[in-house]
């Protein structure tokens, strides 16, 4: 057998099912499209879930792809084992309601087994099968020829993720040898235990029944086939080597990093570092180039996790500089066959990882001063635990790793509070939950809308009002023939001036009518088989399924959409022009009234870059650019330059819309003839929506003309309101606002003054409790910043002594308190102090030993609060 590398194994894999039928689906994007259900990709089935529940019918139910992935549930793993991964390739054939169990076992074995693939010894391989799969097994052993004690009956194997398609699975392992394990008596060593001599390379799902939401199984209307062969894993059976982290999709990573560190792989006890380095890697390179970009929420807090993660594993290996965006051109050498984009993008990549590893070396020095004094205050308190809750902070706030921080607090005597942490951890991970749908599932098989076979035409880009006839007719997800007034419907027309709903832009609204019936069509979607489905009420007479109808599309509705979706196309190469080849579009929306953008972008966007971006849409408007489309082959599209939307799927041919010699574009959209159809852009709002993407929402035409109305009336009405001339507004600002800032000083001077008086009256409130200088009073000040500088004053005049400030401001209680240096020493602290003052009170705070401060709700109990400080004081 050859010893195949992982593109070799990858090319064969999609070369063979080729072969046999199988259309090859691209690699998608690791960020989801429009499938909030996922935060990556996770599988190869992940990206054609629209198929095995039927919402979409492919044109070749046979289907196979190479699919880029990401699972971040056990990163602790990642270097630990041989095979936890956060980034992979699965492999799969899959086939919707076609060939079943026999067809695919039996590819599954000639891949495997035949010399002109992959060329197993078929002695090697075991499979395992469902206990209750009696067909899989006579497939296995009658067809394939796997003896009977090579065929493994384990509960576990079937394959079930929530409500949708479920059904048994079939598992093929490779024996690696008695190398890997040889003990008779090892309870889990046979395919399928917990060992390292029987590797599983491969699963096949047979999806054959309905997991229905009530927890009932019932038969598929289609069965499927889902199988999934992790890449790295097959090249690790075929490279013959110990673990996957020695193949060739890693090993150049490995050897990049040993030049750097100046530590050989596989002879020291630093090896788990080299395998998280060269994972990490992979993932956060793959991941920036498909838009997720590094923060505190959502994708972007799993990519910051990894790369500090490897950051600390870097420090292991003695690199303590940021280096890990040097590894970047490696991999996209490693991967470039397929995956051409991160090389294409390799730069952007490089200079996001790089800013990230900097923040984070700032950030290490950080926490570990701050950890520095957690471990002081633990000790001066007698405690030998550093909080759950400061752990999280550091992991949280500053990227500090657990492992890291509990690391550093043995070396001082300490330990960490494992369960405050967890407990913190788990409280983040609910919130994100409830941010998002947690389930993966896919909806369940069912409905007649997959069933409409009839053929429908768009001929809605060159008319909005067309004869037509209504082919099918369904009520309540039930085909029928007739529907009568009030009732809602979706209907299918033979040719419709009606846009369904794709690619951003809304579905059309109008009427459907003849002199028997009026439909007021409310919106326009795809149906599975690709067919515009309208959906309307029913305001006049009976409907019938074969009656002639003419179609209208509402005019000015239809013309302000076309408007915007062409300034969408506009406003997207002028982003490209003014912040960089990296921009992707991540989402958009386009509507009469407004369109939406969603775009990465590393960074925020400045104000003079939005006026340029502005200024830019609007030249192109006004130069009166021709709009364009053509039809052609995927391939002449991309030669030309085209521009792929971001996620998108394309069939072999595409349409492109090209704005004069300014944008081209992928896109089935409806648009204006000449820009200067347009009229005017404006932006409206541009911000942040998430990790690494930002929105813009403009307006065009009329909407942008009263937008600028409003506008100018806002500013005229300020004018008049500040005796000024419009033109003379920025001055008239700035002048008060100097005037503001020099009324603050005053009252600050006077706020500071009139402090310094009130601290002087309050001294002689001073009562000797236990021989301690105790001062307890409620005063007058206008926030806490004013109460601050008072405490500040009495306690310079006390000289030794615990102090208690407590001013109320309405409904609000705010209170401030004090301990001197020599009497810390003795084991009095601020922060104790108000904690229990505050408590009181009906609020909370805290702080140093030194000085403290806090919040109250009630005022009624100030007094109660000023009688328990010398009581306190008695205690210590």
């Known amino acids: 057998m050859k010893k195949w590398t992982g593109a070799e194994i990858r090319q064969m894999y999609l ?22 259900s996922l935060l990556w990709i996770n599988s190869g089935v992940a990206t054609l879930k629209k198929y095995f529940d039927g919402r979409v019918i492919p044109a070749n139910p046979r289907i196979t792809n ?16 041989a095979r936890h991964h956060t980034f992979f390739e699965m492999l799969g054939n899959f086939s919707i309601g076609e060939y079943f169990k026999e067809e695919a076992i039996e590819w599954a074995w000639e891949f495997l087994t035949s010399e002109k693939w992959i060329g197993f010894d078929p002695e090697k391989l075991s499979v395992t099968i469902h206990p209750e799969d009696d067909e899989a097994f006579a497939i296995w052993k009658d067809k394939v020829g796997v003896p009977e004690h ?81 890449l790295e894993r097959m090249a690790c059976v075929v490279q013959d080597v110990p673990t996957n982290f020695e193949t060739d999709l890693f090993m150049p990573i490995i050897e990049a990093t040993e030049l750097v560190s100046k530590v050989r792989y596989g002879q020291s006890e630093n090896d788990m570092a080299f395998k998280v380095i060269a994972d990490h890697i992979r993932t956060v390179s793959f991941a ?24 600390r594993f870097a420090k292991q290996l003695g690199i303590n500089r940021p280096f890990m965006f040097e590894l970047v051109p490696v991999v996209a050498d490693i991967m470039f066959d397929f995956y051409p984009e991160v090389k294409q993008k390799q730069e952007f990549i490089q200079k996001v990882i790089k800013n990230e590893e900097e923040r984070f070396h700032e950030t290490l020095n950080e926490g570990l001063a701050i950890l520095n004094e957690l471990m002081k205050a633990a000790k001066e308190n007698g405690s030998n635990l550093i909080q759950g809750k400061d752990v999280f902070r550091l992991y949280d706030t500053f990227g500090f790793p657990v492992e890291l921080t509990e690391e550093y607090a043995e070396e001082n005597g300490l330990q960490i509070d494992q369960d405050g942490f967890r407990s913190e951890m788990e409280a983040q991970r609910s919130r994100a939950r409830a941010a998002r749908q947690e389930s993966g599932s896919m909806q369940v098989q069912g409905g007649v809308l997959g069933d409409i076979k009839v053929n429908s035409e768009f001929v809605g880009y060159s008319r909005l009002k067309h004869d037509s006839v209504i082919e099918e007719l369904v009520i309540n997800q039930e085909f029928a023939s007739e529907a009568s007034e009030g009732q809602e419907v979706q209907f299918i027309l033979a040719e419709t001036p009606f846009y369904a709903e794709s690619g951003g832009q809304i579905g059309d609204k109008g009427i459907v009518s003849n002199d028997q019936v009026t439909i007021e069509v409310k919106d326009v979607k795809k149906a599975p088989n690709g067919q515009n489905l309208h959906t309307g009420i029913v305001t006049a007479g009976t409907v019938t399924k074969g009656v002639a109808v003419t179609a209208e599309v509402k005019t000015d509705s239809r013309n302000r959409i076309t408007k915007n979706h062409t300034a969408t196309h506009l406003l997207h190469q002028a982003l490209k022009d003014v912040l960089g080849d990296h921009v992707n579009q991540a989402g958009s929306l386009v509507e009469p009234d407004r369109l939406r953008f969603d775009f990465s972008h590393f960074g925020q966007v400045t104000q003079e870059e939005l006026e340029q971006i502005e200024e830019i849409v609007n030249a192109k408007i006004w130069t009166s650019y021709e709009v364009d489309t053509a039809i052609k082959s995927l391939d002449e599209a991309k ?50 929506i998430g990790a690494g993407t930002r929105r813009i929402e403009a307006v065009t035409g009329e909407a942008a003309y009263r937008h600028m109305n409003d506008q100018i009336n806002i500013l005229n009405r300020s004018a008049k309101k500040l005796k000024a001339n419009p033109r003379d507004l920025e001055t008239r600002l700035e002048g008060l606002q100097s005037d503001v800032k020099v009324l603050q000083r005053e009252n600050e001077s006077l706020n500071a003054k009139l402090s310094n008086i009130e601290a002087k009256s309050i001294l002689d409130k001073i009562e000797d409790v236990d021989g301690v200088s105790v001062l307890a009073q409620k005063v007058q000040a206008a926030d806490m910043n004013a109460l601050r500088t008072m405490a500040d004053d009495v306690k310079n005049k006390l000289g030794s002594g615990v102090l208690v400030l407590i001013s109320v401001q309405g409904d609000k209680v705010q209170i401030i308190a004090g301990v001197t240096k020599d009497l810390i020493e003795k084991g009095y602290h601020a922060g104790k102090l108000i904690k229990e003052v505050a408590g009181i009170c009906g609020g909370g705070g805290g702080g140093r030993p030194d000085m403290a401060q806090a919040g109250g709700k009630d005022p009624s109990k100030v007094e109660e609060a000023l009688r328990f400080v010398p009581e306190w004081v008695k205690s210590v």
């Open 15 to 36: 070369d063979f099912f080729k072969e046999k039928g199988h259309d090859i689906e691209p690699s998608a994007s690791l960020v989801p499209h429009e499938d909030p």
């Open 66 to 81: 190479a699919q880029k992935s990401i699972r971040t549930n056990d990163i602790e793993n990642v270097g630990k084992t």
């Open 150 to 230: 090579r065929i493994i009956r384990l509960e576990g194997n079937f394959w079930d993720i929530g409500e949708g398609p479920s059904g048994p699975n079939s598992e093929i392992f490779f024996d690696r040898g008695e190398e890997y394990g040889n003990n008779p008596a090892d309870p889990e060593l046979y395919p399928g235990g917990e060992n390292d001599r029987y590797l599983e390379i491969w699963n096949l799902v047979f999806s054959q029944f309905n997991h229905n939401a009530d927890d009932t199984y019932t038969p598929l209307p289609k069965k499927n086939i889902d199988t999934g062969m992790g």
């Open 288 to 311: 920036v180039g498909d838009g997720a970009l590094p923060s505190n929420e959502g994708r972007g807090y799993v990519l910051r996790r990894l790369l500090r993660r490897a950051v």
């Open 639 to 688: 030669a030309m330059g085209a521009m792929a939307l971001f996620g998108e799927k394309y069939g072999s041919e595409v349409r492109v819309v090209s704005i004069g010699d300014y944008s081209l574009e992928l896109c089935g959209g409806c648009h204006v003839g000449n820009t200067a159809e347009i009229g005017l852009f404006r932006i409206v709002s541009e911000g942040g």
